[in-house]
């Protein structure tokens, strides 16, 4: 036994090295070549030894699509991408799929996911969850063993078909199990959209989609429109998505005919976007938050009215992808994804970070696009031009001491103000009584949650908004909780206070 075991696994050894074999000679071969039919037929006789005398006959197909392709495309870039049959046939239904859920927003913890909220006449409020409720695990996949990472990716896989939850709701000891049919969402691509204060507007976009722009301006127009005193626009998280978006956004600030980026490539001719001669910009002050999940178009939006002059960037620097992207359909129902240009925006930074490996080769332009390092801003503002945008303030997230994370990570907020709104009603004018927080602390402490009295009063600024937060949460919805939650956030507090101070960026 113990030898055909052995046998198995080194006859699979040496195929896995003749496809290693196959993908180092193709990818060697092409990168050099200088005569593509030489190379070929060298190619062809290597092939034809490995499938000879290998000790496992070679599959052509696994040996192509599964080794000198990739191998040959591996070595370009991180993004570009060669699609099997099946992968490229996945990537069409995901382009053409409608986007589906349950209506629900939870919040996601180490091992549990509460919900805050179940939107009306959605799969979730149909099958009777509401607000408090804790799911304990879906499709026999139990949370508690899980990290929250992972219990993302399971919530959205569960997404795809019929799910079947084991629920807890508030106050019963026996969990209930429940199927939920996704259905198709209408979710908008701005987010939140609430005042920070009399005439401060606040806009939290999380992609750009084909009615992103759309949104914001309507977005805008709801919170004052032109009589705005400032605006904060939240691109922390915003992966991108569709440029045209993303240019037509930058164009809402900016002037007539002024540029946002630019596109270049080896064999792609230069292209220059520029604001349309008509247009009619909102001129208040603006502030453009960011952070290191800030990529591609977000980036395009925030680095053109940096390099405008227009916007104040605040938060952390961004992820850094400015590569153009083309997808070619190949015979055999494969694909391929290739880099074909870069972005540059108005100063002329590329907004692609160097790669780090040494292994791709697409070009200098590609591997290093920002040697230059003399970017300058309309008004002759230095602006850096390592990749990425660099913020002109910097901002982070709030501080997160022990204390605090004991609080989050026991869901203590959410079970209490689910506990407290047991037969209570919540109206919006709603403010917390001198007494809840003395509440509170006796809760936690029954639940052997004791901090120091320091502790305790040094937090209890940060303890009332984040119970309000909660309870606003539960009882009228994520939105309005965020608003609250927006007082905690010093990122927000610092565009705040750059949108009040009407900075030029130009001192």
């Not at 055909?4 to 195929?15: I, K």
């Not at 999380?206 to 919170?223: D, M, N, P, Y």
């Not at 870069?342 to 040494?358: A, D």
């Not at 009228?476 to 101070?501: H, R, S, Y």
Request: proline letters at 6%.
């Amino acid at each position: 036994m113990g030898k055909c075991e052995n046998h198995t696994v080194r006859s699979g050894f040496l195929a896995r090295i003749g496809m290693v074999v196959v993908a180092l000679l193709f990818s060697a071969f092409f990168a050099t070549a200088q005569d593509d039919a030489a190379e070929m037929k060298r190619f062809i006789e290597t092939l034809r030894i490995l499938q000879e005398y290998s000790a496992e006959p070679i599959n052509a197909d696994q040996a192509f699509f599964q080794g000198a392709i990739p191998g040959l495309v591996k070595h370009l870039d991180p993004h570009s991408v060669f699609f099997d049959k099946d992968q490229f046939e996945q990537l069409r239904q995901m382009e053409t799929s409608t986007r589906k859920g349950f209506g629900t927003v939870v919040s996601i913890l180490p091992g549990r996911v509460l919900v805050l909220q179940t939107l009306a006449n959605t799969p979730s409020a149909k099958a009777g969850m509401m607000a408090g409720d804790e799911i304990l695990a879906v499709n026999n996949y139990r949370l508690d063993r899980l990290e929250p990472d992972q219990i993302v990716e399971l919530l959205n896989d569960s997404k795809q078909k019929p799910a079947k939850l084991i629920v807890l709701h508030p106050g019963n000891m026996r969990p209930a199990e429940l199927t939920l049919i996704p259905e198709e969402m209408q979710s908008s691509s701005v987010e939140r959209a609430f005042l920070l204060q009399p005439g401060v507007g606040y806009i939290r976009v999380g992609s750009f989609e084909e009615k992103t722009a759309s949104q914001i301006r309507v977005a805008i127009e709801q919170l004052g429109g032109r009589a705005l005193k400032g605006l904060v626009i939240d691109l922390r998280n915003n992966p991108g998505g569709m440029m045209n978006a993303a240019i037509e956004t930058a164009g809402f600030f900016l002037n007539p005919r002024q540029m946002v980026l630019s596109v270049k490539g080896r064999n792609v001719p230069e292209k220059i976007e520029r604001v349309a001669s008509d247009n009619r910009p909102y001129t208040f002050p603006l502030a453009v938050l960011v952070n290191g999940k800030s990529a591609s178009a977000s980036e395009i939006v925030a680095g053109a009215l940096q390099d405008h002059d227009r916007a104040v960037i605040i938060g952390e620097p961004t992820f850094g992808k400015g590569l153009v992207q083309g997808v070619f359909p190949l015979s055999e129902g494969t694909g391929l994804a290739l880099t074909t240009a870069l972005y540059y925006i108005p100063s002329g930074r590329s907004i692609q970070k160097p790669f780090r490996s040494s292994d791709f080769a697409l070009g200098e332009t590609a591997a290093h696009p920002n040697e230059r390092s003399d970017f300058k801003t309309d008004s002759g503002r230095p602006v850096a031009g390592g990749g990425g945008i660099i913020p002109d303030v910097e901002a982070f997230p709030r501080e997160m001491t022990q204390f605090r994370n004991v609080l989050e990570a026991t869901a203590s907020f959410t079970t209490f103000a689910t506990e407290y709104l047991k037969g209570k009603e919540i109206k919006t004018d709603w403010e917390m009584p001198p007494a809840l927080l003395d509440q509170f602390q006796a809760w936690l402490s029954e639940r052997r949650i004791q901090p120091s009295l320091r502790e305790w009063i040094s937090n209890r600024e940060f303890l009332a908004a984040r119970l309000k937060t909660e309870i606003y949460n539960l009882a009228l919805g994520v939105e309005k909780g965020d608003e609250v939650d927006a007082t905690l956030d010093p990122p927000i507090q610092k565009a705040l206070a750059a949108v009040l101070k009407g900075e030029s960026l130009t001192k």
